[in-house]
């Protein structure tokens, strides 16, 4: 063998095995991926309790509140990472934000929502489900919402794991009222408070999908399906902001806006009327430059709707993050509370901390692990372009404006799903009547069941996985409350 040749054979030696090593780094990035998002969480949680220490470091029950903190930490990740990606996952899946932008959006919005407009009073006992008088004393309510604590933000990270998006407000309901069924008995709780959580898990998704697929339906008909796509969508797209805008500022003034001021429904419906009307004016002369020049296709039709859907993406987390989060952090202001005080209250008032805790917590946890949900939600139930995702954002404002009306619990997790839903199954219902109307038409047409069935637009699996892990959140999160509870009253003992 010649010296060229063999030196030409060292060089593709030498390629292969920097190649093989390429490829072991690469496995080795995917391998360790997780467990960066794992250390960062961790890393947040000791870093939550050693800040909570030097707050209170030499006080009585310290430890407790440093505990306390480090769970209220691991909740709030928990947020982050299961509920906040619903607000964000309809404009990822239509394309009109990305991963990363809908990411940012979302955690300043929701951090400025707990921050700025999240309510300074938090009931202790998630909307009355246990009376705390029921309690033996102080020692034993504090144990009961330690338990309650770590039971929901343990519920909520087996469904994010599996893929599945939960209210974090019934994980809360079921946690509390698990710890205070195993400390006080079944008779403490409020059982009528229960039936209407209950009743919510199917008047929430039922709402929000109803009122999505009736908008879904007035796009279809006043705008899709016309003649002259452009000229109807300058007609009605600055109706639909206008809607939108109005609804939005009713939503907040009732739901996120406590801190300001405090509104009833009636005056938040004028609020809203008077900024839709606005909205409208405002928008149907930048419409129309926005449509000057686009041809006459569904296509184009989407870049009209991309700026509103991203707008309403970023108000529904301000609102999330002004209602939720204080829901959330409940439990650690109680613990709070009955530490300082040495009684335990309905209604407490939330300390700058805790809610400080929970604004950058669901941040990490949305930046960490929330990508996973977002693209569940905005992808793979059915398929979203900016036209149906838009009618997701605008259910969600409605149907919490409805049910306030009427006097209805309602779920903003439930509502945005079921809105996703409620928006695929009546594209196959709009399908299925346009195939069957072609076949009359062409009688010599024929499609089989299976191919009916494998044209369904919803997928029937994760349809099956959300509706269980539903139905079995807040027994769940009860029981496992009540074991943990049980645990820590008997280690302490």
């Known amino acids: 063998m010649s010296e060229k040749e063999e030196h030409t054979k060292r060089w593709k030696t030498l390629d292969k095995d920097l190649n093989r090593i390429s490829q072991v780094e690469l496995a080795t990035f995917h391998v360790a991926r997780p467990m960066v998002g794992l250390g960062v969480a961790l890393a947040f949680i000791i870093i939550t309790g050693l800040f909570v220490a030097l707050i209170f470091g030499g006080q009585p029950g310290s430890a407790l509140v440093i505990a306390a903190a480090a769970l209220g930490a691991y909740m709030a990740i928990n947020i982050g990472a299961n509920d906040v990606a619903n607000n964000m996952a309809p404009a990822v899946g239509a394309n009109a934000l990305t991963m990363g932008g809908a990411i940012v959006i979302a955690a300043l919005c929701e951090s400025a929502g707990a921050l700025l407009a999240g309510g300074d009073v938090v009931s202790t006992i998630s909307k009355g ?250 992808s793979q139930i059915t398929k979203l372009n900016p036209m149906r995702a838009y009618c997701v954002a605008l259910s969600a404002a409605i149907t919490v404006i409805v049910a306030s009306w009427l006097g209805l619990p309602v779920s903003s997790t439930h509502i945005a799903v079921g809105g996703v839903f409620g928006v695929g199954f009546f594209r196959e219902w709009y399908h299925e009547k346009r195939l069957d109307e072609t076949m009359r038409k062409k009688k010599d047409v024929r499609i089989a069941a299976e191919e009916r069935h494998r044209r369904k637009l919803v997928r029937r699996s994760h349809f099956m996985t959300i509706v269980a892990a539903w139905v079995i959140t807040v027994p769940a999160a009860a029981t496992l409350s009540a074991a943990v509870f049980w645990v820590l009253s008997h280690l302490v003992s």
């Not at 039971?151 to 909520?156: F, R």
């Not at 994010?160 to 994980?171: E, F, M, N």
């Not at 919510?200 to 796009?219: K, N, R, T």
């Not at 009684?343 to 700058?352: L, M, R």
């Open 129 to 378: 489900i246990i009376d705390p008088t029921a309690m033996a004393d102080t020692q034993t309510f504090i144990w009961a919402m330690m338990a309650a604590l770590l039971s929901s933000a343990l519920w909520v990270n087996l469904a994010t794991w599996i893929g599945a998006p939960v209210s974090t407000t019934h994980s809360v309901v079921g946690g509390v009222m698990g710890a205070g069924i195993a400390a006080a008995g079944f008779g403490s709780v409020n059982w009528a408070s229960m039936s209407a959580i209950a009743a919510s898990w199917v008047v929430s998704p039922l709402l929000g999908g109803l009122v999505a697929a009736g908008f879904l339906w007035f796009i279809k008909t006043k705008i899709i399906y016309q003649a002259d796509k452009i000229e109807a969508a300058r007609r009605w797209v600055p109706v639909l902001i206008g809607i939108m805008m109005g609804a939005f500022s009713a939503y907040l003034a009732i739901k996120g806006l406590k801190k300001i001021i405090q509104i009833d429904i009636l005056s938040a419906l004028v609020l809203g009327t008077i900024i839709g009307a606005l909205s409208y004016v405002i928008s149907a002369p930048l419409v129309r430059r926005q449509s000057e020049g686009l041809e006459n296709r569904n296509k184009s039709l989407k870049t009209l709707f991309g700026l509103p859907l991203v707008i309403s993406a970023a108000l529904l987390s301000f609102a999330h993050g002004a209602n939720d989060v204080a829901n959330a952090v409940g439990p650690l202001a109680a613990i709070v509370h009955a530490n300082a005080f040495g009684e335990f209250a309905g209604k407490v008032n939330i300390p700058h901390w805790v809610m400080i805790i929970g604004a950058f917590g669901i941040s990490f946890g949305l930046i960490l692990f929330g990508p996973k949900l977002i693209r569940m939600v905005g």
